[in-house]
């Protein structure tokens, strides 16, 4: 099982940014790639950015492409997500989560508040 922590959630305005980290812990040897997804009030979680450890191969959600970033640190086990241009819509709780190869995420952190003002 892998651990996860996300961090750097809070309030903006709309235009501004927010950087969001993911620190991952346990057995991280079986994680094929990292992934962000966002739960909107109301709504289920949806996708919204991916990394693999090994390849750096990144996916984005067409939503939030342009304006989002993700990156990785693998001597620091974290993933990032840069946020800019942010959107009242984006207002969600973001989450990280661990996938294998099989594009399975069974790990997953407690969550972070992004609330967007307009």
């Known amino acids: 099982q892998v651990q996860l922590v996300e961090s750097g959630g809070g309030m903006v305005q709309a235009g501004g940014s927010l950087r969001l980290s993911c620190a991952a812990s346990?057995?991280?040897?079986?994680?094929?790639?990292m992934g962000w997804f966002r739960q909107a009030p109301g709504k289920g979680r949806v996708f919204v950015a991916a990394?693999?450890?090994?390849?750096?191969?990144?996916y984005y959600a067409d939503a939030v492409k342009g304006r989002f970033t993700i990156s990785r640190d693998n001597a620091k086990n974290t993933v990032y997500l840069q946020m800019n241009s942010l959107k009242p819509e984006d207002t969600a709780v973001y989450y990280c989560?661990?996938?294998?190869?099989?594009?399975?995420?069974?790990?997953w952190g407690q969550g972070t508040q992004v609330t967007v003002s307009s």
């Open positions: 990394i693999t450890w090994s390849g750096g191969n990144i």
């Open positions: 346990g057995r991280t040897f079986s994680t094929y790639a």
């Open positions: 989560g661990a996938g294998n190869k099989q594009n399975m995420y069974d790990s």
